[in-house]
């Protein structure tokens, strides 16, 4: 299995703790996804910028639907979250 070199919360400064410290206050945990990106917290706020907006923001599709769709398609990536 690959192996990618992450920065874990407990090492986390500057930019990186801010969003690190946003996860955890909305979801109470960091998921890993984002720990990958860790080494680029500039990468990581506009991916975390990128979800928020296709996730919030108002389209065609309800709240309800989207995670719904985020959950299948987690699913059928052999995804855990």
Same mark, same amino acid.
């Given at each position: 299995? *690959?192996?990618?070199?992450?920065? %874990?919360?407990? %090492? #986390?400064?500057?930019?990186?703790?801010?969003?690190?410290?946003?996860?955890?206050?909305? $979801? !109470?945990? +960091? #998921? !890993?996804? /984002?720990? @990958?990106?860790?080494?680029? *917290? @500039? +990468?990581?706020?506009?991916? /975390?910028?990128?979800? @928020?907006?296709?996730?919030?923001? *108002?389209? $065609? /599709?309800? =709240? $309800?639907?989207? %995670?719904?769709? =985020? =959950? &299948? &398609?987690?699913? &059928?990536?052999?995804?855990?979250?």
């Amino acid at each position: 299995m *690959p192996y990618i070199r992450q920065i %874990e919360i407990d %090492e #986390a400064e500057g930019e990186l703790k801010q969003l690190y410290d946003s996860c955890l206050q909305r $979801a !109470g945990y +960091v #998921a !890993g996804i /984002l720990k @990958v990106q860790s080494l680029t *917290p @500039v +990468v990581l706020r506009e991916s /975390l910028r990128f979800y @928020v907006h296709l996730m919030k923001s *108002p389209n $065609a /599709l309800s =709240a $309800a639907r989207r %995670e719904m769709l =985020a =959950a &299948v &398609v987690s699913n &059928v990536n052999d995804c855990f979250y």
